[in-house]
């Protein structure tokens, strides 16, 4: 099974400072299509998750530009370059490339 | 606007069994896979089973292998998740989710199984 392992498990920040959040796949995640099977989700407090950067860097339908993805391979990095009221919750990653899809553990992301 | 909306949770007794629903809706759902993810209280996320769109590709987690069994019925755009031998490790919000650009989106509201006597 491939091992998402994401890093820190818990940033505090400041609304309006930015933010950035790692993860580590066990193996490489580039399909032979030139795609990362790589997401980012976000989890706000009693919500369901939702998408937020797919493929490894394309941004969901509505989701604000502040936020980026980027990495290939292993290593991947969302980014939030001003970290708004809305955007504090639980963070996790995820690969889709092959069964069992597996989440990284939850990065949460509090107001400091 | 698509729509996943679950049912079918609630309270069981260990080894007992449940059945959870999925109806979908805004979209062509015979044209989809699906998928099964779940949610214990205050822990993350974790995927449970994939059917593809004819529902003859299945997958299952370890942890599941062997006592649920994910089925769908295209014709009442519907997923369903047989869970059988339940155990309080089990209890969870189950999510219906649909794979879409290499992605799970959207996501239902859940429906809340809890196994306890």
């Known amino acids: 099974d491939i091992v998402m392992t994401q890093s820190p498990l818990s940033l505090p920040v400041t609304p309006g400072e930015p933010a950035s959040i790692s993860c580590r796949s066990s193996?490489?995640?580039?399909?032979?299509?030139?795609?990362?099977?790589f997401d980012w989700y976000l989890q706000k407090p009693g919500q369901s998750p939702q998408l937020l950067i797919y493929?490894?860097?394309y941004r969901a339908s509505g989701v604000p530009d502040r936020f980026s993805g980027s990495g290939s391979g292993k290593d991947f990095t969302l980014k939030i370059s001003r970290v708004e009221p809305e955007d504090f919750g639980v963070y996790y990653c995820?690969?889709?490339?092959?069964?069992?899809?597996?989440f990284g553990q939850g990065t949460k992301l509090e107001i400091k | 606007e698509v729509q996943l909306v679950e049912s079918g949770g609630g309270l069981v007794q260990p080894g007992g069994s449940l059945r959870l629903s999925c109806v979908a809706s805004?979209?062509?759902?015979?044209?989809?896979?699906m998928n099964w993810v779940r949610q214990a209280p205050g822990k993350g996320l974790e995927w449970v089973s994939y059917i593809g769109s004819s529902g003859s590709d299945i997958y299952y987690a370890d942890s599941v292998k062997g006592r649920f069994i994910v089925s769908r019925d295209n014709a009442k755009n519907s997923l369903y998740l047989q869970m059988n031998s339940l155990t309080a490790e089990d209890t969870a919000v189950y999510y219906c989710?649909?794979?879409?650009?290499?992605?799970?989106?959207?996501w239902g509201q859940g429906t809340m199984v809890t196994v306890s006597s």
């Open positions: 995820m690969q889709v490339l092959q069964p069992p899809y597996t």
């Open positions: 193996q490489s995640l580039l399909h032979s299509n030139g795609y990362n099977y």
């Open positions: 493929l490894g860097s």
């Open positions: 989710v649909r794979p879409y650009n290499g992605a799970f989106d959207p």
């Open positions: 805004g979209f062509t759902f015979s044209s989809n896979a």
